[in-house]
């Protein structure tokens, strides 16, 4: 099952791509593989020399016990400590964010697709979304 970020290609100008693991319980695991998972609006954040994915929602397991289950809880990403230092110099010397791409299992593990995006301003999604909208009625033959 993997589970895409809709709105990062709209709002970021995407840059390199990394892989990361991600430290879940496990009710978190089985609701991932199910695909019950939002990543809309998730960021991630470095403090430290450890990366924390912020603002993603897990939904909980419908099986699993809900007490003390929050759903948009900060979740540790796990990386060498080379790749983050190497990630935070290059957000800091550039200007650049990490956004989550998507989310998917590989071998029993889950995974979370990251990469180096740095925003776009309205008038940017503006010409991106007529750019769109050209091509497909070019497409359709409609121009």
Do not use: C, W
């Amino acid at each position: 099952m993997k589970i895409y970020n809709k709105r990062a290609n709209f709002d970021y100008e995407l840059h390199e791509h990394f892989e990361a693991g991600i430290h879940l319980h496990g009710a978190e695991v089985k609701a991932v593989k199910l695909g019950h998972a939002d990543l809309t609006g998730s960021h991630v954040r470095i403090l430290g020399s450890e990366a924390y994915l912020v603002n993603a929602q897990i939904f909980p397991y419908k099986y699993a016990r809900p007490e003390n289950y929050d759903e948009r809880r900060t979740r540790k990403l796990l990386l060498h400590k080379k790749e983050i230092m190497a990630l935070r110099s290059k957000m800091d010397g550039q200007n650049l964010t990490l956004v989550p791409i998507s989310l998917y299992t590989t071998h029993n593990l889950i995974k979370l697709e990251l990469a180096l995006g740095k925003g776009k301003k309205k008038y940017e999604k503006k010409e991106a979304k007529k750019r769109k909208d050209l091509d497909r009625e070019l497409e359709r033959g409609y121009v």
